[in-house]
């Protein structure tokens, strides 16, 4: 047996030889051969009774899988828009010059590859890159050039300087859920002492609904999936944070870690779960050690594993799941997909996850922050909960603050506070415009900033990213659409078709060869993107286009080639001819016209 088929014997033999492991498996073998060898594939295959095809359509998909080597040095530059701010295409040029590498090329001696990346959830401390999936934040031209010294060294990662690697929590304001520390264990002895049903009635009256965005009641979501008959129910904790500008769930990861799975544990206490997942992505690999530790600590005191804290019959444990680079797996049921070891392509719903999720069983899956937020209630009570906040939007949203300001970072402020007194804290000024909710939220100008973080004025899963009037918020446009063209899953034709349109309309407008015409078409292509993409990412990936079109309309006036044009060719006047044969004249047989004829 060679190296190879030793090491995945030995992935088969620690975690089972279950198709819905494959995912796993092939993260495990590009991390230690820094790509997936053939044979490691045909080897899967026969272990696992899966074709091959489908081995390979899973490394296609996932941006951190690859077919070929990547070599002993996998280094990916964060490409948010505020990376750009912050200069990271200089330095990944002077990087490559360096090495003598071309982006996204591997050397030829195998040693390194430099590429770009999405989003790394750095955004607060950036520029900032990956290097075999670890975090460099703080780049600069002296750290870079540290960087290419001990990588022509050959010196393993492990022998570098910690300091390299230190990512602060930058938590700027505290409220509710950042401030002092719930006792170990006391949202599960509130529900040993309390039960189940008082504790989902605590949730309903404190209004909690979920932090991700969507904002769907949590007690209502786990009392539908409590109520599903069913052999097995599962408890899922989303933190795929992949949406640019947001690293919210990084820092809860980081520092309320035990709190997280405090949460989890509570919520299958609820649902009668025995089993539970944290999803977590590709680019917070360096929280792993930590987080399974604290796992490990979790269960040594009896809260997880079998009878937690003495309640007999309440088995619970949690699973560490990592993703691979795909930013549609924050949706929830592509997030299901992916746990169960497949491309992560969103499902048609109905059903819901709630009585049709992992394995078809029922599940729960929640954001990061709301199982914070459910500790907090069940150890507080409702009412303290609802004494922050609005009446429709109760308690506290962390905010994660990037761009230009002078304190980026978390803050955690009730619901209801306004732009303009955020923009006040974190020492924003001369501000243009604000990305709020990320690549997918709405673009803020200066006139809206008296409007309200909320579920009915403003919602947000968590990014506030910043510009000032001397940013071109045209290059932020680009940056964005540009993230969804690489980040489509590619199932349904008005994503993957419409995004590429949508982009090439966007760079003609940069280049200052689009036409009045061409801003229309942008609408257009917004408006069928919206209405009728598989699933909700992608109905919201036009929203950045949308927005400035009708808000910032000088980003794209001052820089049209001309502000009207007929086209060369008249599709309707063409078809003239097919009329007259068909005998047709009725208004169907006019492309784009309702007037009579």
């Not at 088929?5 to 590009?30: K, M, W, Y």
């Not at 026969?46 to 296609?60: G, H, N, R």
């Not at 987080?291 to 937690?308: A, C, D, H, M, P």
């Not at 199932?491 to 009045?516: I, Q, S």
Request: glycine residues 10%; aromatic residues 8%.
């Amino acid at each position: 047996m060679n190296s190879l088929e030793s090491f995945v014997n030995g992935l088969l033999s620690t975690t089972g030889n279950s198709p819905d492991r494959l995912l796993q498996h092939l993260c495990a073998i590009q991390n230690h051969f820094s790509h997936i060898p053939a044979d490691a594939v045909q080897f899967l295959s026969e272990q696992l009774d899966t074709p091959p095809v489908q081995i390979y359509a899973i490394i296609d998909f996932y941006a951190f899988l690859h077919r070929n080597a990547r070599g002993s040095f996998d280094i990916r530059f964060s490409d948010n828009i505020t990376d750009r701010m912050l200069g990271n295409k200089d330095l990944l040029k002077s990087m490559c010059k360096k090495l003598g590498v071309e982006p996204g090329i591997p050397r030829k001696d195998g040693k390194v590859t430099v590429d770009l990346t999405s989003c790394t959830g750095i955004c607060d401390q950036g520029p900032a890159l990956l290097v075999n999936g670890i975090v460099v934040s703080n780049l600069t031209e002296k750290r870079i050039h540290k960087m290419v010294g001990r990588i022509e060294a050959g010196i393993p990662i492990s022998k570098w300087p910690e300091s390299l690697f230190v990512v602060k929590d930058n938590i700027r304001r505290r409220d509710k859920l950042l401030t002092g520390e719930v006792i170990k264990g006391s949202a599960i002895e509130a529900l040993k002492v309390k039960g189940s049903d008082a504790l989902l009635d605590s949730l309903d009256k404190s209004g909690l609904r979920g932090r991700g965005g969507a904002g769907f009641k949590t007690a209502t979501k786990w009392r539908m999936c409590r109520d599903t008959a069913a052999e097995n129910h599962f408890v899922v904790c989303n933190a795929d944070e992949g949406e640019p500008g947001t690293f919210k769930d990084r820092v809860l990861l980081n520092s309320y870690a035990d709190c997280v799975f405090e949460g989890m544990t509570l919520c299958a206490g609820i649902i009668g779960a025995k089993k539970g997942f944290l999803y977590l992505r590709a680019e917070y690999l360096y929280l792993r050690d930590a987080l399974e530790q604290t796992l490990q600590n979790r269960r040594k005191s009896n809260r997880l594993g079998k009878n937690i804290l003495g309640l007999k019959g309440f088995d619970f444990d949690i699973e560490i799941h990592m993703g691979a680079g795909a930013y549609i797996c924050g949706e929830e049921s592509a997030l299901i997909e992916s746990l169960e070891g497949k491309r992560g392509i969103p499902r048609n719903r109905p059903p819901y996850p709630v009585t049709n999720g992992y394995m078809n069983q029922p599940t729960v899956v929640n954001n990061v922050e709301t199982f914070v937020s459910a500790v907090r209630i069940a150890a507080f009570g409702a009412k303290w909960f609802r004494s922050a906040g609005t009446e429709e939007s109760t308690g506290t949203k962390l905010l994660s603050i990037s761009g230009d300001c002078e304190r980026p970072g978390i803050y955690e402020y009730p619901y209801g506070v306004s732009i303009r007194q955020i923009l006040e804290d974190c020492g924003a000024s001369d501000t243009q415009a604000v990305q709020v909710s990320g690549a997918a939220g709405a673009t803020i100008p200066p006139q809206e900033f008296y409007r309200k973080i909320a579920f009915e004025d403003v919602p947000t899963g968590g990014s506030f990213m910043i510009f000032n009037q001397r940013r071109d918020l045209l290059k932020m446009v680009l940056n964005f659409a540009r993230f969804f063209c690489h980040e489509s899953c590619g199932f349904c034709t008005p994503c993957r078709v419409g995004g590429r349109l949508m982009n090439d309309l966007v760079e003609k407008v940069m280049v200052g060869y689009a036409t009045g015409y061409d801003l229309k078409e942008l609408e257009n292509i917004g408006l069928v993107l919206q209405k009728t993409a598989h699933c909700g990412l992608g109905a919201t990936a036009p929203n950045p286009v949308l927005d400035t079109l009708k808000k910032f309309p000088g980003i794209y006036s001052k820089r049209l080639h001309n502000t009207s044009h007929t086209p060369a060719f008249d599709l309707t006047s063409a078809l003239d001819v097919s009329r007259h044969l068909t005998g047709r004249d009725d208004e169907g047989a006019y492309l784009g016209r309702t007037d009579e004829h």
